[in-house]
């Protein structure tokens, strides 16, 4: 399918998804939105929940991989089974394609995706999917022959050392055409792969997608970057945001239209500016300090105001937590439900960055991280928990109002102030704190919403009150 027809039908769905799209910028995301990641959602479960997710105050709602992929454990339907459970299966498969088709058996098919997309539109909510052109599935033999018959054959799919396990990450040749965690490396450079991709992309945006997490972008090389031996130019950022066609197929929509960010893990030796001249970015090192604060239940264990990150804050994807730090090293899966509510309201309640809260499974506990431990499935209720959906209402509502940041003496109590208009007040701690922090709201007293707390401010700018355990608080000037 040729990419100006996918482009007629995509624009017309693009003003119906997005109620204020105008002809300028049709669907240009803002600041003020929030992310759900519903990490492991089928595309039913997310359709039929989708007016809960608006109710909640998410703008936009980010679906794991949709495309192709490796059927492993025949098929099961776990999130991550243990040698002896009944139920096989693991969650990582969906990052394992096989074809860069739509539809897989993990969370549905193309038509399924269609239908959760119309509901969406319904509710004024973007759909974002998580996209990986950087490597195929681990099983070699389970690639589609059309992939390989579309791309040159099957010594044209993947970089020349695309099978040779990357050893020096910090090595940007390593990183950028090596094989990661057992992944073979595709040669994205490939003008081949680049239409062939690039058609599944247009595919999504015809179904009413209207934007892209690219997974494990760090891994795709930049124009500075050395190339592959195969390669003649490291043109693929500029194939997959519309700068440039691959033999005839371009992106569909103006990439300004769309809400694109990468996984670029920050290290050493990866160009955070260079990647962000396409792109938003994730801001990883900045989750890492919020959990440390959470951790140590104190303020003070790390510097909350600085992002950590060379490029502007308004164009980073914030998180407490993410799916690999909750699933692979079970980094932030220890920290409890009201640590990451916490956490999730002081990254709502800032003025920049664009927050992505990560939907943990149901039933879930901090002895059994996978709890109910099923693909497709919803997941906890944590997405609409009083406090997240009042810290999503409390952001849009602050819109344009500048921050200060307060932190108590004792680091137990950070605050949020926006200018005078409002101010958000979280106890990192697991005790009863009494409240006395500076602030930028006018003197006065206020009621919390959620908790029906009540605070006052006196007139030298102190705000006093107090605060119940990992408990948040959203004021407002009246």
């Given at each position: ?56 105050g ?7 991989p ?46 399924q ?20 052109p ?8 389970a ?129 955070e500016t ?103 499935a ?39 102030a ?61």
């Open positions: 399918m040729k990419f100006y027809h996918l482009a007629a039908a995509a624009a017309v769905a693009l003003t119906a998804c997005n109620p204020s799209a105008t002809d300028d910028n049709p669907g240009a995301p803002s600041e003020d939105e929030v992310i759900l990641h519903a990490w492991s959602w089928s595309f039913d479960t997310i359709a039929a929940n989708m007016k809960q997710i608006a109710d909640a998410y703008a936009i709602v980010q679906t794991s949709a495309q192709t992929c490796f059927v492993g454990e025949d098929g099961g339907m776990a999130l991550f089974s243990q040698p002896g459970d009944s139920v096989r299966g693991k969650w990582y498969y969906y990052y394992q394609p096989t074809d860069w088709k739509v539809g897989n058996y993990m969370l549905g098919t193309r038509d995706l269609k239908a959760m997309c119309d509901s969406a539109a319904k509710y004024g909510v973007r759909v974002i999917v998580d996209v990986l950087n490597h195929t599935a681990v099983d070699r033999s690639i589609i022959a059309s992939l390989d018959s579309a791309v040159g054959g099957r010594e044209n799919l993947f970089h020349e050392a695309g099978l040779t396990p990357i050893r020096d990450y910090d090595d940007r040749l390593q990183c950028t055409t090596g094989e990661m965690g057992g992944l073979p490396d595709v040669n994205t450079e490939n003008p081949d792969f680049q239409a062939y991709y690039m058609q599944y992309v247009n595919d999504l945006l015809s179904l009413g997608v209207r934007g892209f997490r690219y997974d494990t972008a760090r891994h795709i090389g930049l124009p500075s970057d050395p190339k592959d031996p195969k390669a003649e130019r490291n043109n693929f950022w500029d194939v997959a945001t519309g700068r440039e066609a691959a033999n005839g197929v371009q992106l569909a929509l103006p990439a300004d239209s769309l809400f694109i960010y990468g996984e670029v893990l920050q290290s050493r030796n990866v160009k260079e990647y962000a001249e396409y792109m938003d970015l994730c801001a990883s090192n900045y989750g890492h300090s919020l959990r440390k604060a959470l951790e140590n239940h104190n303020v003070n264990a790390t510097d909350l105001t600085d992002w950590r990150h060379p490029v502007a804050p308004e164009h980073l994807v914030t998180w407490v937590e993410s799916h690999d730090t909750y699933c692979n090293a079970n980094e932030s899966a220890g920290l409890t439900d009201d640590q990451i509510r916490a956490g999730w309201v002081w990254l709502a309640a800032r003025q920049h960055g664009r927050p992505l809260f990560y939907s943990r499974p149901a039933g879930s506990t901090r002895e059994n991280y996978w709890g109910n431990n099923r693909i497709g919803r997941g906890n209720d944590e997405f609409f928990h009083p406090e997240v959906v009042a810290a999503n209402k409390f952001r849009k509502d602050m819109k344009g109002y500048p921050e200060q940041i307060f932190f108590s003496e004792d680091g137990a109590i950070g605050e949020v926006r200018g005078s208009k409002g101010a958000a007040v979280i106890n990192f701690t697991d005790a009863l704190q009494q409240v006395t922090i500076k602030t930028s709201l006018p003197a006065g007293k206020y009621t919390d919403a959620v908790h029906q707390s009540t605070f006052e401010v006196s007139s030298d700018s102190i705000l006093t009150g107090n605060a119940a355990p990992l408990a948040s608080y959203l004021l407002y000037r009246k």
